[in-house]
């Protein structure tokens, strides 16, 4: 048995998400059909995460388990040939055969783009958060600082069906910094994981920063802003 880990980039527009939900598309979904029929039987495809319906990425990770004796730059090629334009398999090898993308991630990292320009671009416009209303950047700025370090991020995370399973919502958070450039604020930040819509609740909180809505911006605020939208956000990056 082989354990085949890859690198995969991909438009989240058109799919509900990562995770394999009957009768939508999903990444995983295609994933697992392709992969499957290479094989010959059924084949689990792993990831470092479940990106939520609409969210893109630039550096997913995932792994699955083969027999067939393929060259894994043919497989990538093969697997390529199948997939739909709106996925790529970036980079494939062979790994330990206890590899898992998720339990094995030391940190992640996410970028969420906002367009300031009065017009957006429709070649930009699936891809961001159009927000041309005024806001105050340097607040938001020091208040993205505010999210560095240990936190129980309770406030920030959606619902979800893992809950009942009791997990800590205490995360750590490497780095949390918004960068405006030329029509566009750029928010990036690394941690040890994340919860269901934590990435896009933290920009939603920096935005009601930016209009005035949050008096302290020097302390992490107890409740989260509006859940931003998911076709602004990309994963771009796993460590190991």
Known sequence: ???IKIILAYDGGSYHGWQIQPGLPTIQGILEEIVSGI????????????TDAGVH???QVAAFTLENPIPVTNLRRAVNRLLPPTIRILSAEEVDAGFHPRFGAKRKTYE???ARTEVCSPFEWPYVHHYPYPLAEQR??????TFEGEHDFTPFAA???RDEEGHSKVRTIYSSVLEPRAGLLTYRVCGSGFLKHMVRNIVGTLIEAGKGNIADVNSLPERSGPTAPAKGLFLIAVDY
């Open 57 to 59: 990425a630039t550096a």
């Open 159 to 161: 619902s979800d069906d």
């Open 39 to 50: 094989e010959g039987k059924s084949v689990h495809v792993a990831g470092s995460g479940r």
């Open 112 to 114: 969420y783009r906002i």
């Open 1 to 3: 048995m082989r354990r």
């Open 140 to 145: 938001m700025i020091q208040l993205a600082s």
